[in-house]
């Protein structure tokens, strides 16, 4: 029903950027929530950012202060935007979107996962 499309993902170096988009498309009424996520090898999914759909945005220690998140309501996207990176940032990321079908029906969505590799 609903596809996310990611992208952006790749090889940096220490202290270096990145930023990741991610495209919702199928049948949605409205989105609700959006975030990011990421799993590294050997650990649990971990929220990264998260951004309400009235803009108010959260981010865990790790990351506070580096990445960004944003979104397009018209376009159905999320961005986000990681600056000044370190190796522990390695891991495949994953966007998430909750949406409406309609009034009364929601659903949740996943991307495929995009690999950012930070190396020192």
């Not at 999914?45 to 803009?55: C, D, K, P």
């Not at 159905?76 to 409406?100: G, I």
């Amino acid at each position: 029903q609903v596809q996310l499309v990611e992208s952006g993902g790749g090889l940096v170096q220490a202290g270096g950027s990145l930023r990741l988009s991610c495209a919702a498309s199928g049948s949605i009424f409205s989105i609700n929530a959006m975030a990011w996520y990421r799993q590294a090898p050997g650990k649990q999914r971990e929220l990264v950012a998260h951004i309400t759909s009235g803009g108010s945005t959260n981010y865990p220690d790790s990351v506070k202060g580096r990445f960004g998140i944003s979104r397009d309501n018209a376009k159905n996207t999320v961005s986000l935007q990681m600056n000044s990176l370190k190796p522990e940032d390695t891991a495949v990321y994953y966007c998430n979107v909750k949406y409406y079908i309609n009034h009364y029906n929601n659903g949740d969505a996943w991307g495929q996962g995009t690999q950012v590799t930070v190396s020192s």
